[in-house]
């Protein structure tokens, strides 16, 4: 099936199987984390729920810069080990202090910030790790599974993470995870070196950083993409302080139906991913088509009136917010020269990670103050100005204009069309690097309105 082509790939199926192993484990921690602040450290406060997320999220936005440069010279096989190595022994140091009875609100601070620091290393590595395993044309292909993969992780793990909250404690639940890290570090010791594709390394010397960065700068479709990520994964993507709040809040229900939420929500979120993996290559209309519809189904999703209607409701939420995210990720991917890789896609994971220590806070806030239902208003307001943001820069940049026709009968037809087109349609074709012409293997790609208004 062309959905899962990529794991005709044997180096892509073992690492799969390793990553997702993993994916369960890393959301059986988050879950079993933030409701270790909410319900046990805290009394139901989603601001500290805001703080734990942004000291683990907020390292993104520091260590992007370099991170990105070691994910473009050094073997990413052998980072990917020692990273892996780490964060599994904090999961380990922080699971024996919760057994032990010895944890503290600080110490889940300093656990997380931790971890987001070695996270913000790991971040641009095992996302470049994929081209190394598969070809460029199966590049966005990989990118969704990845995506799906990590995903179901997101239906299984928070679902048995609950349950075990509930009879053992969060503790034995990150002693748990600490052992599934072994899987990824086995998949990658089964995975001959010598059998990854050989891509072209950044050199040594000064200013590397900076020429990741003004790369970017000269790209304005890659920067319109990053100003739509950071706008959603600011304010819109706080999943876990948005059910924990409607749920224990508005819902006033335990850790198992908060595991049970976030499971119901990951089956959009799969399937989400499936659909992207379907495409043969990302495109711009679905990025900003997808974060116009996360913002209707949030605005649903707040209008809920009970806890059934309110996980009936996360599914299109799920949805969209991973088609989005799953495009926008395999966009930026598949556009960028290789040799920049690393470095462009540190700068979007720290723009999408890294808005959060601004956006959890806040709209823990705004949980605290104007109830759980208006937090879910700011994630339905992200979507839209998103959306609004992109599809005028695509009117504006790619010379179009909004044309009504009249029909004698019927509804009049509304159509994008090119400024040069006047009154006829005319075949122009083009070619440019500038603006969203490169492509995965550095070839130019047709340019022309019509290409810029189907992607």
């Known amino acids: 099936m062309s959905t899962f082509r990529s794991l005709h790939i ?35 406060d989603a601001g500290a729920m805001g703080v734990t997320m942004a000291l683990q999220l907020g390292p993104q936005l520091f260590l992007a810069p370099v991170a990105g440069l070691v994910a473009d010279r050094y ?45 913000a290393l790991d971040a641009p590595v095992r996302q470049t790790f994929v081209s ?33 909250t509930v009879a053992v404690g969060p503790g034995w639940v990150f002693l748990i995870n600490t052992f599934t890290f072994l899987a ?59 059910i924990a709040a409607m749920v224990g809040t508005e819902f006033g229900l335990d850790a198992s139906a908060f595991g049970l939420m976030n499971s119901i929500m990951a089956i959009g979120s799969v399937a989400g991913a ?16 997808a974060a116009a519809a996360f913002g209707v189904t949030s605005g649903l999703a707040a209008l ?10 996360l599914v299109p939420v799920g949805l969209f917010a991973l088609t989005m995210l799953t495009s926008a990720n395999g966009y930026v991917q598949t556009t960028t020269d290789p040799v920049m890789r690393g470095r462009v896609m540190a700068l979007y994971m ?13 709209v823990g ?46 509804l009049p037809q509304i159509r994008l069309v090119s400024l040069n087109q006047a009154g006829r349609p005319t075949a122009r074709t083009g070619t440019q690097t500038g603006e969203g012409g490169g492509t995965a293997d550095g070839a130019a790609r047709d340019t022309s309105p019509d290409d810029a208004v189907e992607r």
């Open 10 to 44: 044997l180096n892509y199926r073992i690492w799969f199987v390793g990553a997702l192993v993993s994916n369960i484990g890393t959301w059986m921690q988050r879950t079993a984390q933030d409701w270790l602040v909410f319900d046990h450290l805290t009394a139901h």
């Open 75 to 119: 073997n990413r096989k052998q980072l990917l080990v020692v990273t892996q190595s780490v964060m599994a022994l904090l999961s380990a140091g922080l699971g024996i202090l919760v057994v032990l009875g010895a944890a503290q609100l600080w110490h889940v601070y300093a656990f997380a910030l931790m971890l987001g620091m070695v996270s």
């Open 350 to 362: 720290a723009i999408f990670m890294g808005g959060t220590p601004i956006g959890a806070p806040l």
């Open 304 to 313: 809920a009136p009970s806890y059934f209607w309110f996980g009936v409701a």
């Open 132 to 164: 190394e395993l598969v070809r460029d044309d199966l590049l966005p292909n990989a990118v969704a599974l990845n995506s799906a993969s990590f995903n179901a992780a997101r239906m299984i793990g928070p679902a048995v993470a609950g349950i075990l």
């Open 184 to 242: 990824l570090l086995a998949s990658l010791a089964k995975i001959p070196t010598a059998s990854l594709r050989s891509l072209p390394r950044a050199g040594a010397g000064k200013g590397r950083i900076r020429e990741g960065l003004r790369y970017v700068r000269f790209r304005p479709d890659i920067v319109v993409v990053l100003v739509a990520i950071f706008i959603v994964g600011t304010l819109g993507l706080n999943f876990v302080l948005f």
């Open 365 to 410: 806030w705004v949980a605290n103050v104007a109830g759980a239902r208006w937090s879910l208003a700011v994630a339905a307001a992200s979507g839209l100005l998103a959306a609004a943001i992109g599809l005028v820069w695509i009117i504006r940049t790619r010379m179009l204009r909004i044309r009504v026709s009249r029909q004698p009968r019927g």
């Open 274 to 289: 499936l659909l992207s993996a379907r495409r043969s290559r990302p495109r711009l209309r679905i990025i900003f088509g």
